[in-house]
């Protein structure tokens, strides 16, 4: 897709009028008075935690933002595999794919040996090692992403909107309310010109802070951000232009003798690219907006270090300065580390308001939204009464974790920039190495949660040596057996609450009476132990709390559906139609063999559960009864 | 994607609400007095041809149709391969990809031969063989294949919605007018409760006719269908259906001993299906509507078929029965053949109107689109004035050949399965083998036009041999200059009524100065005898009305991108900017290589030019400058 020849505009590209691609949106009328979950702020990570709940049509949530409309112009822009998987997820993965650039080689600049005013290109790497993700890491304007939300949130069972123009004031909990109460009482001030001044007041089970970097949330509950000053000043902009910089469609590090760094990220519609510029070392204390720096500084700057490269701005979209230093807040709930064991969250902060740091390293809005989509099921399942409360803890302790490994990655990626620049350049091969080394992480798959009552421990992990137990489940290409499609088998995962148990079968039949996964579907039909009997309400379909799917050795040609065990040929919904996608082959004929990618042991073959967010809980042997049980006893609860 | 669990539900399947996926639509008020063209029906062919118009802002476009709304249920559903290449082009694959069910492979049952009264699976064949084309062969309920449209055409420039409750009364033509006047003269009844009876006229240079085989627009031009009558009744039908037929979701032809043929098309969202049922022979002239079928002789008829599977329906989505010959109209518009010479059209007619015959190849919808965007893309330069009203008459002269091999094709399998059901199923090998040779016709892939002033004789076929001129661009992936994108070449082919030129480099670094590439380029940019400066209007974009691409032989990382010729680094748009999308490079790393795959010669390199609705004009050298000037030459008409 090719837009923005003529000048940017902002919206869906795919309408031609740019004037009708800037809809009215949000929701008419007053917040509700009670709602289960307030969400406060609009950014990605809002916007992911809302589109999960929205899924939900027995949960009440509301989204308000402070500003007066949807997000029109971008700010971050960088959408790692991890994220487009997620996307995958929420159901408009294949829009981004369609609209955004794709980064698939990043290229390296420093001085010219011989003409150190120059800049020559030192280095080419592809940009994200082969089969990490079976996406790829594209470009996509915020504002467009948040987009691929709302429509999927109005669209949804909750069919939200946010409500826009709304400041948070204050808010308060009772103390004395118990854990099934409204127990925050939210006071929101209206700031459109209509209604200023007007107050509301909405109670919430839970209140979720998304509320960035300056977040009212996060001070409420008393938390700060600690961390570094910003002592570096740089420019962003994004902008139309004409070069003779070969590179201007590659993700490009330039860094120059004596000018500092400049990184070039292509951007969607093939002519727009974001241009970040190194600017200056600010005092100590010093804010950048004190230096009355101008878009015609930033682009003085940004042709300097191209030289001898042209660089001729036609039109500039959108430009900021900033600086940002690395900064984190120790806990991302109301609960204080010492009464843990005593008290329930109510109040949660993700994303901005939790983790500030620099942009280059296209990190920010993607970790923002892993907060909210591993904050979202865990606020549905509890709301729906399937899981413990407590559950809610995890959430702090998991994301915190990330968050504190990609400060550390962040100031030590900036410190690598600063020295090279300091070098003159002449690190550029430790620049380049550094960026290669670390690809799994900027690609968001380096995520690992460490053990606890929701990841198992590495007993089993020799069943399954390519899914790592506390990872993200790293899909793989199957052929499914009842329509010989070839699909991904983590695709079967999307944003909906469900736990999954992938069962990896033997090489054995697995139709004949005696095989592991016909003992495995017994168990979990027939025994009082099953998790999924326990746990699934009476009248629900089988699969609604606990999602079984099974893969096979065999060539789909040789294998007889009618005579597979019947968990795997459920009948759901009010016709008992029997659901034929609960399992899949070996894709043999490509080489794509799922046992032999993931180093699945093919004699005992193996489960893998799979948490609602797509993160590995256990890898157990496939008759491991007990062990299944007994992890989902840990956190759910009795179903009704 | 899952849908239809609890039910069948007309529309967007992605909106939760079914309330909410029937969205009213349609254009309000009075249709306009005066256009350039009249489109008569919305279905595929319609909305195919009204869509390709809205591509063009200065063309005045008007659809109506008989129907108070837009299709809720379907009729047709197969969309075969060449459909989806054209539904990239027009920018909707994405979404059909995802909703579809994807025809993967086709099974073939027949009566045990040692119990004759029970079926037996007798073969399973892959359907699409590998490599024919980059997209599957997919089911999507035709309202749906309409929506994508409705969509597309709301979102263009034209910005166009059809008008509903429209009933066409008649249609004079002014003998004496001139080629641009707006010589026909309709009128329309309005059928709405609202307007009854109000009859609107409008004037325009053109009329298609899009109105089914019971065409008005056909008969006014005094046309009829030509054919066998009908003498077979089938029945078919949409429904939601347990069974233990364990190929319930492949396509599955099954011929039983005495009860006749049954045909399993699976559908879209996991449940539900399609199953044709042959009923009975009818008497000469009969009519089935008068054998009362009910849907529960249907079933009973398809339950005998199956045995000794079961079936038990739940819901019945849509169902009809149906007798249908092979008919066709000998000339698609309203000059007689005599009259060639001597006068223009002014008048089409396209798809159902044309051509008639049984459903069960899958092709009628197929067949129909392409005849609209066939007709579309002529329609459009011949209004824009960039070539001669002569060549409307091409769109009889290729699309009634095809619609020819389509009927006989149509009869022949329809007598394949005729005397396999007479020989009780005996034949089964027979249909199979039938099935297998047939696979690129009914991918829609085999059409073939013959050479004419649009399609070049074969005297440089050699040069490329997978490229044969008459049929349409077979894409392959290749690896774009400029940001190493792995993409497909055939998508540079948007539905937007450009040429384009694929220039194949010989294995020489194009970017030297006495490279054929340059060469090329020079001449295109320099030379009085160019095409594209012939053609091209002053100060449109260069690439405008001819699109050069250039393919080249290297790994993109051993090609200089700013020594290119200028012309594949094209100025666009008001600012200049430049546009990288026009070099391409062998993905040499997958092993798909475009120059083995497509037999291209390597040490002379060739040009390919291809049609706005994608299929190969020539194939020509390098350097056969005049073959090229004069291709054009036949049919534009010098820019102004």
Chains 1, 2 share one sequence.
């Not at 070392?281 to 720096?293: F, H, Q, S």
Request: net charge negative; glycine share 8%; aromatic share 8%.
């Amino acid at each position: 897709m090719q837009f923005h020849l003529n000048g940017f505009q902002p919206g869906d590209p795919e309408i031609s009028d740019p004037a009708e691609r800037i809809q009215v949106s949000g929701a008419p009328g007053t917040v509700p008075e009670q709602v289960d979950v307030l969400i406060v702020g609009c950014g990605p990570a809002g916007l992911t935690l809302a589109t999960q709940l929205a899924q939900f049509s027995d949960i009440k949530t509301c989204i308000v933002e402070q500003k007066p409309e949807r997000l029109l112009v971008g700010q971050a822009d960088g959408i790692a595999c991890r994220t487009m998987e997620m996307f995958h997820a929420y159901g408009f993965s294949e829009r981004v794919l369609k609209e955004a650039y794709w980064v698939n080689e990043t290229t390296f600049w420093r001085p010219d040996d011989l003409a150190p005013g120059k800049i020559v290109r030192s280095g080419r790497v592809q940009d994200v090692e082969d089969g990490l993700s079976e996406f790829p890491h594209v470009i996509l304007n915020q504002a467009r992403i948040h987009d691929g939300f709302l429509d999927v949130m109005r669209k949804s069972p909750a069919r939200l909107e946010p409500y826009y123009s709304r400041r948070l004031l204050d808010l308060e909990v009772d103390p004395a309310a118990g854990p099934a109460d409204h127990a925050v009482t939210v006071r929101l001030e209206r700031i459109d010109a209509a209604n200023e001044g007007k107050v509301e007041t909405i109670k919430a089970r839970y209140v979720v802070g998304c509320d960035g970097a300056r977040s009212t949330v996060r001070k409420s509950i008393g938390r700060e951000l600690h961390g570094d000053s910003a002592n570096h000043a740089w420019g962003v902009m994004d902008v139309l232009a004409v070069t003779d910089f070969p590179d201007i469609r590659f993700k490009a590090l330039i860094q120059s003798a004596k000018d500092g760094s400049l990184l070039i990220i292509p951007r969607e519609g093939g002519y727009m690219v974001r241009i970040y510029v190194e600017l200056a070392k600010l005092d100590v204390g010093e804010r950048v907006a004190n230096r009355n720096i101008t878009a015609d500084d930033v682009i003085a700057k940004a042709r300097r270090i191209l030289k001898p490269h042209t660089l001729e701005v036609k039109e500039i979209a959108w430009w900021s300065v900033y600086e940002i230093g690395q900064r984190l807040t120790d806990k991302f709930d109301d609960v204080p580390e010492a009464e843990i064991a005593t008290r329930l969250p109510r109040i949660f902060i993700a994303g901005d308001a939790c983790h500030t740091h620099s942009p280059k390293a296209g990190q920010g809005m993607n970790v923002s939204m892993q907060d909210a989509f591993n904050l979202g099921w865990k606020l549905a399942v509890v709301i729906g009464k399937r899981c413990a409360p407590s559950l809610l803890h995890s959430y702090s302790a998991e994301r915190q974790a990330v968050a504190k490994e990609l400060i550390d990655f962040d100031r030590e990626w900036a410190g690598i920039l600063a020295s090279a620049a300091k070098a003159g350049g002449a690190d550029a091969a430790r620049t380049q190495d550094y960026f290669v080394r670390h690809g799994r992480y900027t690609a968001g798959t380096a995520t690992h949660y460490r053990p606890s009552v929701l990841t198992g421990a590495a007993s089993h992990q020799h069943l399954a040596q390519g899914f790592v137990i506390g990872t993200r489940f790293h899909s793989a290409p199957v052929i499914r057996l009842a329509d010989a499609k070839p699909v991904h088998l983590g695709h079967a995962a999307q944003a909906d609450g469900r736990f999954r148990i992938y069962a990896f079968s033997r090489a054995e039949d697995p139709a004949a009476a005696g095989s592991a996964i016909r003992a495995l579907c017994d168990f979990l039909t027939e025994a009082r132990e099953s998790p999924v009997k326990r746990y699934t309400p009476a009248g629900a379909d089988i699969d609604s709390v606990i999602d079984l799917r099974a893969v096979f050795q065999q060539d789909h040609r040789e294998l007889a559906l009618a005579a597979m065990p019947p968990l795997l040929l459920p009948r759901k919904g009010r016709y008992d139609l029997i659901d034929y996608e609960k399992m899949f082959c070996s894709d043999l004929k490509s080489g794509h063999d799922v046992f032999a990618m993931r180093g699945i042991d093919r004699e005992a073959g193996c489960m893998v559960v799979v948490r609602p967010d797509q993160y590995i809980a256990q890898v157990l042997p496939l008759d491991g009864f007990a062990g299944l049980a007994s992890y989902f006893d840990g956190f759910m609860l009795q179903a009704r």
